[in-house]
């Protein structure tokens, strides 16, 4: 099952790094670097998603904040007076 992800972010600690992958259906995925046993720990998403996150996340080998880039407001406001749904970016598939 792959979600399209609506944001990451990164928080350091003590030697701890921790990634926090938002998902479109309102749900997380962790990845999580311990600092003591110096290992990273992957919890509530999937391979491929955690493959798309850093695709989209890791800048020179470190983990970056992220978020989709916005479409213009009045392309927006053009879907909604037409009734259309607004535009939103979606990523699922980033090639690798």
Not at 3 to 8: E, T, V, Y
Not at 9 to 20: D, F, L, M, P
Not at 41 to 51: F, G, H, P, R
């Amino acid at each position: 099952m792959n979600r399209s992800i609506s944001g990451i972010t990164v928080a350091v600690s003590h030697g701890s790094t921790y990634v926090t992958v938002y998902f479109d259906n309102k749900t997380v995925g962790y990845r999580t670097f311990d600092g003591y046993s110096r290992k990273w720990i992957t919890a509530k998403m999937s391979d491929e998603e955690l493959a798309t996150a850093k695709a989209l996340a890791v800048v020179d080998g470190k983990w970056q904040n992220w978020k989709p880039a916005r479409y213009p407001v009045e392309d927006v406001r053009e879907d909604i007076a037409d009734g259309r749904e607004p535009r939103r970016q979606h990523y699922t598939d980033v090639e690798l």
